[in-house]
């Protein structure tokens, strides 16, 4: 079966770096608009960044400047980048991607398990 599994989350200081990595394995035949979301505690989920097909970019306004997103076809993996981190970064952070697993085969959402990055002074 499909899976996606992020790595790369931790403890880190205010201002401080991480990079999360999102791997998608199994009977892919196509992975279509990756993307990193969130949840805080006692709050909905939202979308921190997308990255379409076709390489085109979208960020929550909270993240604008600090975090990228990028993508690697060959490896089937998508990253996130976070810099000059937050307190209020804090989060689970999720990999998310529709995903066909066979030509003209219809596409399903696939979230991975999730990773924690906690900001902590």
């Not at 990756?34 to 990255?51: D, F, N, S």
């Not at 991607?97 to 979230?111: D, K």
Request: positive net charge; aromatic residues 8%; proline residues 2%.
């Amino acid at each position: 079966q499909v899976q996606l599994v992020e790595s790369g989350g931790g403890l880190v200081q205010p201002g401080g770096s991480l990079k999360l990595s999102c791997a998608a394995s199994g009977n892919i035949f196509g992975i279509y608009a990756p993307g990193w979301y969130r949840q805080a505690p006692g709050k909905q989920r939202e979308l921190v960044a997308g990255i379409t097909i076709g390489g085109s970019t979208n960020y929550a306004d909270s993240v604008k400047g600090r975090f990228t997103i990028s993508r690697d076809d060959a490896k089937n993996t998508v990253a996130l980048q976070m810099s000059s981190l937050k307190l209020e970064d804090t989060a689970v952070y999720y990999c998310n991607a529709r995903i066909s697993t066979s030509r003209g085969g219809r596409t399903e959402n696939y979230w991975g398990q999730g990773t924690q990055v906690t900001v902590s002074s």
